[in-house]
């Protein structure tokens, strides 16, 4: 192939495009093609801690994307992990670009699904861990000591000890005490099942909070616990429940809540795999909680109340997205807050004692 330059553009033209690259390009430039590869040539000097000119070599090119009316043109390797998007001086250039360029397109790409290393990618420019999950096993064991704490200073004259720390007690519960609605999710009744819920928290719960935002994450789970706890209390008015199993269900349903509204932010695998994980964890246990000492009805409602939390607080992986200014998060937030309240509210109401 002769060699042939054009003049381009790398930086976006406003800042609701996505990013012109990930090689650190902005501004003018030349987009030259040589024999087995297209260099991607600043008018202005890189930034230092690029080692390299940015380039493509023909072989390892696929899936590129024209954007006539903007004059734009997508490079990708067919890994996903290099891109960059170039705008040209006029359709032609345009066009002329996208022709000399490779054809090939991947599976993945074909059918909407991106790459596994471009879902590698996404995941590991999410930012934040998983403080809030770290806060709230804390939060749990917390709690447990001092329950132990409470139980060893107590007589048997001084009652049920997880009534008195704020159990889920319906007779209480419907007679001016709501707040056991919440504490009752931070109590467990043995080191197992303390053990049993944290373990299985921490296995969920720091790739979803990465997934949502910690900010997010922490009221999905808080309204999944407030939500488990309603239908187990309406379900048993007069039970004495208590664990976190209820918010950690809902962990599961905001889990699910992504991959059924986001479902190609992942590459196909990585989607089954969560997708399949979701339903064979919560069929397993819902199965197991059909017998005597398990709280099913609990278990239900932080699922449900999770998914619908879930379902309007996610969104999508690519950082610049997230990065972007929503306006109308606080309203959706809310909204969504309100709604899953009300609902509670209203399903209470038949047990509440006015």
């Known amino acids: 192939m002769p060699t042939q330059r054009f003049q381009v553009n790398f930086s976006a033209p406003s800042a609701q495009e996505e990013p012109a690259n990930n090689l650190h390009l902005e501004g003018t430039g030349t987009l030259v093609f040589e024999f087995d590869r297209v260099v991607l040539v600043p008018d202005q000097p890189p930034p230092a801690y690029t080692v390299q000119q940015p380039e493509f070599e023909l072989t390892t090119i696929a899936n590129v994307t024209l954007i006539a009316p903007a004059n734009l043109v997508i490079i990708r390797t067919s890994d996903g992990l290099r891109f960059a998007s170039v705008w040209a001086r006029s359709r032609s250039d345009a066009e002329q670009i996208h022709d000399l360029l ?3 397109v991947t599976q993945d790409f074909q059918y909407g699904w991106p790459s596994v290393e471009e879902s590698e990618r996404k995941m590991r420019a999410l930012e934040g861990g998983a403080s809030v999950t770290i806060t709230l096993i804390a939060a749990n064991v917390a709690m447990y000591l001092v329950t132990l704490y409470v139980a060893s200073e107590s007589s048997p004259d001084d009652g049920d000890v997880y009534i008195r720390l704020g159990s889920l007690y319906g007779p209480l519960l ?3 005490e ?3 609605l919440l504490s009752a999710t931070f109590l467990h009744g043995s080191s197992g099942h303390l053990a049993g819920n944290m373990i299985a928290l921490l296995a969920v719960g720091p790739m979803t909070e990465r997934i949502y935002g910690s900010a997010r994450f922490l009221l999905i789970y808080l309204l999944a616990a407030l939500s488990g706890s309603v239908l187990s209390a309406c379900w048993h008015p007069a039970i004495n429940s208590l664990g976190a199993s209820g918010a ?3 962990v599961l349903g905001a889990t699910g809540a992504f991959a059924a ?4 932010e992942l590459a196909f695998p990585e989607h089954m795999r969560m997708a399949t ?7 397993q246990n819902l199965f197991a909680g059909m017998g005597p000492g398990i709280d099913n009805a609990a278990h239900l409602g932080g699922l449900l109340g999770g998914f619908a939390v879930g379902w309007f607080l996610s969104r999508g992986l690519d950082p610049w997205e997230r990065a972007a200014a929503q306006p109308r998060l606080l309203a959706r937030v809310a909204l969504v807050t309100c ?5 509670l ?3 209470a109401t038949p047990w509440l004692r006015i």
């Open 178 to 180: 709501p707040w056991r």
């Open 102 to 104: 490779p054809k090939a």
């Open 261 to 264: 509204r986001w479902p190609k």
């Open 174 to 176: 419907w007679n001016g």
């Open 339 to 343: 709604g899953v309240l009300l609902t």
């Open 345 to 347: 509210i209203a399903c």
């Open 248 to 250: 950690i269900f809902g």
């Open 277 to 283: 994980g979701v339903l064979l964890i919560v069929g």
